[in-house]
């Protein structure tokens, strides 16, 4: 089945219309704790270690083997659309089957220009939340039983 791609709005409208669809943000922590969509989950893709230097998170796969329900649609972001997008197919690889890609991610995809060609989650004016709580990466590291 092919990776859904919409935009914030449609993202929200997802969420809102299937109260059992699930936010999946792959950011790190640290942007993930600046702010998210409510209720959304924290497994980052890769870790930040520089400027323009990540590297992949070993336990992606496995924490969000364990932490997500395989029958639940996934609305997957990250601050552009990018990350979100290679988490998407690492998880159809890996059989779910409901994938969502949230294009324009929290804080908006840009040109080479740095124009904002796809206003974020934040600047499309939708919900945000700062609550980290049971929805961090280190509560999915411990369902996971990691």
Excluded at 58 to 69: C, G, N, S, Y
Aim: glycine fraction near 12%; include cysteine.
């Amino acid at each position: 089945m092919a990776i859904k791609q919409v935009e914030p709005p449609q993202a929200y409208e997802i969420l809102t219309a299937n109260p059992d669809a699930i936010y999946l943000d792959v950011r790190t922590e640290g942007e993930f704790a600046q702010g998210h969509p409510p209720g959304a989950i924290n497994i980052p893709v890769v870790f930040i270690k520089g400027p323009g230097q990540m590297e992949p998170n070993e336990d992606f796969l496995q924490v969000a083997q364990k932490a997500l329900p395989r029958d639940r649609q996934l609305v997957v972001g990250c601050m552009a659309g990018g990350r979100s997008q290679r988490a998407c197919e690492i998880l159809e690889e890996a059989g779910f089957a409901d994938l969502t890609n949230v294009r324009g991610g929290f804080g908006g995809a840009r040109d080479r220009s740095g124009q904002v060609i796809v206003p974020g989650w934040r600047d499309a004016g939708l919900p945000v939340s700062n609550e980290v709580g049971d929805n961090s990466y280190q509560s999915q590291r411990r369902k996971a039983g990691l």
